[in-house]
């Protein structure tokens, strides 16, 4: 063959190759995209022990050629972290990535994440009530009652010195009768759990009273100590108001038949006066008194 024959296929030849590298560089080059992945959490002894950091998703940045990389989805990429065997403290843990074929990571060295690994311990703690909302005026709240009084709850051990009772909830807008329910103690604002973690709780159980209220006129009694100085007397005693309405059950209020103010030291008294003070009303737990200071006036003479 003639070189005037070859030449122009040889150059042809080339041109196509020339041709071929730049549409496989210009038409479909390298590029890279960069994915939010979960962090999936392996072999972790959760009964026993918690992750007071956790690391729900990290960003991983890959590459490869434009076309491949614009059918990669994130469920393709997969994120890694081995805990079995570990034990309490702060550890970095290598992330094993998975990518799909066609594609690699722009860093090679490998991702870490740093994890905190602390102790779960067993708690007894004793439960109070959380009074939400309030009753009518028409009804007053009776006997609360818990079963049981307290629980064991899982805490991390850093925590254990913080956690120190749990709390009950109990709503009672809109309530006009006595009822029972089981429902989940809170712990508050004592214990910083860790970020998506659920705490497990007993169920309790809560009986909770609620009767509609009576009322009634009750007089005031003053009460006095102490031995009044020979000196003197005591002329006379008036209190105002002489008698005040008080709110409860029928059996409670049935045990009411008088409220007395607290009592007033007679010792203390010096001089021919007449002397005036508010005092307290002593109130039984199961009855609500609309007053609960009176005036107390007392004449004191010279004998």
């Known amino acids: 063959m003639k070189a005037s024959q070859w030449i122009p296929k040889v150059l042809c030849l080339i041109g196509a190759i020339i041709l071929w590298i730049f549409v496989m560089n210009e038409q479909n080059p390298f590029s890279e995209r960069t994915f939010t992945v979960p962090v999936h959490i392996e072999n972790f002894d959760q009964d026993n022990k918690v992750i007071l950091n956790p690391i729900n998703e990290i960003q991983i940045s890959v590459r490869g050629p434009r076309l491949s990389l614009a059918e990669v989805t994130v469920e393709e990429i997969k994120a890694y972290a081995n805990l079995k065997d570990v034990s309490k403290g702060t550890f970095r843990f290598p992330l094993k990535i998975v990518l799909p074929s066609g594609v690699e990571l722009v860093e090679s060295a490998n991702y870490f994440s740093e994890i905190v ?118 002329e006379n005693v008036s209190i105002e108001p002489s008698q005040v309405r008080i709110n409860g059950s029928r059996t409670a209020l049935s045990k009411v038949t008088f409220l007395e103010v607290e009592p007033f030291d007679l010792s203390n008294l010096t001089q021919e006066e007449t002397k005036e003070v508010m005092a307290n009303l002593k109130i039984p737990t199961d009855v609500v008194s609309e007053v609960q200071q009176v005036k107390v006036v007392m004449k004191i003479k010279k004998r």
């Open 117 to 234: 690994i602390d102790d779960l311990i067993m708690k007894r703690i004793p439960l109070e009530t959380q009074i939400q909302g309030k009753l009518s005026d028409d009804f007053q709240l009776g006997d609360v009652n818990l079963t049981p009084k307290m629980i064991n709850v899982k805490i991390p051990f850093s925590e254990k010195e913080r956690v120190v009772k749990g709390y009950v909830p109990i709503k009672l807008d809109n309530v006009t009768e006595s009822f029972v329910i089981e429902t989940t103690p809170i712990l508050g604002e004592q214990l910083k759990l860790p970020p998506n973690w659920t705490l497990s709780l007993d169920k309790v159980m809560v009986s909770v009273v609620v009767a509609p209220k009576d009322s009634k006129m009750v007089p005031i009694s003053f009460r006095s100590v102490g031995k009044i100085p020979e000196n003197l007397v005591m």
